[in-house]
Nanobody, 124 residues
Framework: QVQLVESGGGLVQPGGSLRLSCAAS????????VAWYRQTPGKQRELVAG???????TYSDSVKGRFTISGDNVKNTVYLQMNSLKPEDTAVYYC??????????????????WGQGTQVTVSS
């Protein structure tokens, strides 16, 4: 069984930065199997960032150039560095393991139940 715990959210002004962490425990082959997702009220949960099977980071168009995903296999932790935050980035952010990955994509469907997530609020 895999456990994923998100942290690092908070309130930040537009243009600010936050770094989210996802601590993984259990049977996980590589920290690069973990991806970040987010959900705002009334909208479907969406993929934000993940690693393809080639180990290449992939991002949603809305965060490309502003967010960076990275992983630490020693600490079993995946990070999401979020810069130049916008009000539309306000959401609950979750980490999970996608059902499938390819050389180019990461799925929006995931293997495990969603955790608590971490709230990110971008507001002045």
């Amino acid at each position: 069984q895999v456990q994923l715990v998100e942290s690092g959210g908070g309130l930040v002004q537009p243009g600010g930065s936050l770094r989210l962490s996802c601590a993984a425990s259990g049977s996980i082959r590589s920290i690069q199997t973990v991806a970040w997702y987010r959900q705002t009220p009334g909208k479907q949960r969406e993929l934000v960032a993940g690693f393809t099977t080639a180990g290449i980071p992939t991002y949603s168009d809305s965060v490309k150039g502003r967010f960076t995903i990275s992983g630490d296999n020693v600490k079993n932790t995946v990070y999401l560095q979020m810069n130049s935050l916008k009000p539309e980035d306000t959401a609950v952010y979750y980490c999970n393991i996608p059902i499938f990955r390819t050389g180019l994509t990461v799925s929006n469907t995931v293997r495990f139940d969603w955790g608590q997530g971490t709230q990110v609020t971008v507001s002045s």
